[in-house]
């Protein structure tokens, strides 16, 4: 008997191979009705067509440009599908905003990577992978920028200046020793490992300040730019830097850009609706697949390896 998975699995390489009978025959009636007649069999037929179109969506026009740069008339194929999918990958990865943070980081990682830096101040940043920092130090404080992913900060003494972290529309001002940042998805997250935050939210009511100590933790992001606190043991703080993941009713979307960044190339969450799921659990960074399936598993999501340098998570 055939399970689940190979069923979804068929139901997919089906749906690619309608899509690209259509592409090479865009007016071909009979291609198009067999293609219609294919998505109407079932909602299970409909939802591997939907995720199929979304990488066929990233590919269309990288593909066109490269059929009219072509002296005759190129066919696609399953291969050209999936190279056309790392192209666009690759170029969304490099391209504007990752220039812009490459031209401002002081200090950068890549995929997997874990670095630790000590700043000009005597301060000690640990930096997750694909995460990067800019740093200023000027009379009156000490400013750190997270750009892009995550950090854990351990702070100098320094009477005389404040130490500061900028992470998208979050300002944290640490007069403790130890706090970590991640920027993930939409979300901007800090938790205090020792010590004293005071986090001010930028864009909501009043700049809402927020004090944290010990084994505190506060978010901002989603729906409504909400602002949603609590405390863990103190432990799954920065827990990253020995290989685990701890989610506390978390949005999956956040979660996934966090582990996404143990995993080489892109990662795609197809489904939004997925994404706005929240999840809580600890997760073995050491295998970044298996973790990304143990946060999505719980509700339907498959995650599919299209290559070595793409992945894409969907609820087919």
């Known amino acids: 008997m055939t399970g689940p998975a190979t069923d979804r699995d068929r139901l997919f390489d089906e749906a690619v191979d309608h899509m ?3 592409q090479n025959e865009p007016n071909n009636p009979v291609a198009i009705e067999l293609a219609q007649g294919w998505r109407l069999r079932s909602p299970e037929h409909e939802l591997a067509w939907q995720e199929a179109g979304e990488i066929f969506g990233m590919t269309g026009k990288v593909l066109d440009r490269q059929r009219k740069a072509e002296q005759g008339p190129a066919r696609l194929s399953r291969r050209k599908l999936i190279v056309g999918g790392l192209v666009v990958a690759t170029a969304a990865a490099t391209a504007g905003p990752e220039l812009i943070v490459q031209a401002r980081a002081d200090y950068l990682t890549s995929t997997a990577e874990i670095r630790r830096v000590v700043l000009s101040d005597g301060s000690a940043v640990t930096l997750g992978p694909e995460s990067a920092i800019a740093f200023h130090v000027s009379e009156r404080v000490r400013r750190a920028d997270l750009l892009r992913g995550m950090g854990y900060f351990e702070i100098a003494e320094d009477a005389a200046r404040a130490f500061e972290v900028g992470s998208g529309p979050v300002l944290s ?33 009043n700049g809402e300040v927020v004090a944290l100590l010990d084994g505190e933790w506060a978010r901002l992001g989603g729906e409504g730019r909400a602002i949603v606190r609590g405390a863990r043991d103190k432990a799954q703080i920065a827990a990253w830097r020995q290989g685990l993941m701890f989610a506390d009713n978390e949005p999956i979307g956040a ?8 995993q080489p190339g892109r990662t795609i969450l197809a489904n939004p609706a997925l994404g706005r799921a929240s999840i809580s ?21 498959k995650v599919r390896q299209i290559s070595p340098y793409l992945t894409i998570i969907s609820s087919v």
Not at 255 to 262: F, H, L, S, Y
Not at 286 to 298: K, Q
């Open 20 to 22: 690209i009978r259509l």
């Open 255 to 262: 979660v996934v850009a966090k582990i996404a960044r143990w």
């Open 173 to 205: 001002i640490g007069a403790g020793p130890s706090f970590d940042i991640s920027i993930d998805d939409d979300f901007v997250n800090v938790g205090v490992d020792q010590g004293r935050m005071d986090v001010r939210f930028a864009g909501v009511e």
């Open 281 to 301: 659990g600890a997760f073995d960074l050491s295998n970044p697949i298996a973790a990304l399936r143990a946060v999505v598993h719980p509700y339907g999501g």
